[in-house]
């Protein structure tokens, strides 16, 4: 059953060489490109206002909202 094992191969070395990575990396840069309202809407989207933590608001305050959350939380996974 060597067929068997190339499903696992294939996988491993699409995960061991980060190409997941790469493809999202391109889909942000070509969103940002080509619609880039809607790529700063959806960035900027607020789960919480008035936070101690997040991005400084043009009102001072700071906002828990994706960009923050990718920035300071999940890039954190991939300094490992």
Do not use: C, K, Q
Not at 31 to 45: D, E, L, M, Q
């Amino acid at each position: 059953m060597v067929f068997a094992s190339i499903p696992l191969r294939i996988e491993s070395f699409l995960f061991e060489n980060s190409i997941f990575l790469f493809f999202g990396v391109a889909a942000g840069f070509g969103w940002a490109n080509i619609h880039p309202a809607s790529y700063t809407h959806f960035a900027h989207f607020t789960f919480f206002e008035n936070a101690h933590i997040g991005t400084p608001s043009a009102s001072g305050m700071r906002a828990i909202d994706i960009h923050f959350i990718v920035s300071e939380f999940l890039m954190a996974f991939f300094l490992r």
